[in-house]
């Protein structure tokens, strides 16, 4: 069994958000491929610090771990998105009252996210993000070292951060690189193997091929990023000292 820790990417298709198990999103086609299935635990534009929190309060994904046989860290890409307001306070704007202030609040900060995101990332640095990779980079490793605990001996695989061409970000996405790099000096340090989600999907993203938002992958992108991540899996998954997905 493949544990997936996502954000959004994981389970939104070309129009809309899709059931988990829906066939042809990405970790489903990668356990097919693999001859297993997958869990996938993901929320709407999770950082890897809801991906820990969830693994540590979510008492579903506690019952799964004696089958999980790899960790997929699709967590991480949305870290990397300009944020011009703290995440703290804008994660408090679903919470505001009345409801006539709350539609105020989150109607007037998305008109201004895209011209606030591209004079932004004219500072040095390109701005703030989301989540810092320092950060990402820490929650993952909490997230591995977890389950990894119960799981000794697992692969795991961590996604790089994906592109986007977001009108809501005003198609700029200057905190990439440095999350991209964060991201594999963590990785080469704990053993943990990358799939490069820009070389896979970036010519889908940028040729409009994937959801009208500029973010979320088309069906086509989604079998290319199973299909990589299968490829990815296979050698450790059949290695005879590690168990294969589904037994």
Known sequence: MLLVLADSL??????????????RLWHNVAAA??????????????TAR????????????????PTVDALVL????????????????????????PAGLRR?????????????????????GGGPVALPPRLTVHYLELCRRAVTTIRPGIPVVALLPSVHRAPAYGHVHPGRPAAERATRSWASEAGVATLDLPALIGGHIRAG????????FGWAGHRRVGEGLAVLLAPAL??????????
């Not at 994981?10 to 066939?23: I, K």
């Not at 890409?77 to 300009?82: A, C, E, H, R, S």
């Not at 091929?209 to 979320?216: A, K, T």
Request: net charge negative.
């Open 238 to 247: 059949s290695a005879e000292s590690a168990p294969r997905p589904g037994q």
């Open 10 to 23: 994981a389970f939104h298709g070309p129009s809309r958000a899709e059931p988990a198990n829906e066939p």
């Open 209 to 216: 091929e994937g959801n009208p938002d500029g973010i979320h």
């Open 104 to 124: 105020a609040v989150r109607d007037g900060y998305l008109g201004a996210q895209p011209a606030l995101s591209r004079a932004l990332a004219l500072l040095p």
């Open 33 to 46: 491929a693999l001859g297993g299935h997958a869990e996938l635990l993901a929320g709407y534009g999770w």
């Open 74 to 97: 699709g967590v991480g890409g949305m870290d990397t998105l300009p944020s011009p307001l703290p995440t703290a306070l804008r994660e408090l704007i679903p919470s505001l009252r």
């Open 50 to 65: 809801h991906a820990w929190r969830a693994l540590t309060h979510d008492p579903r994904i506690w019952s799964a771990m």
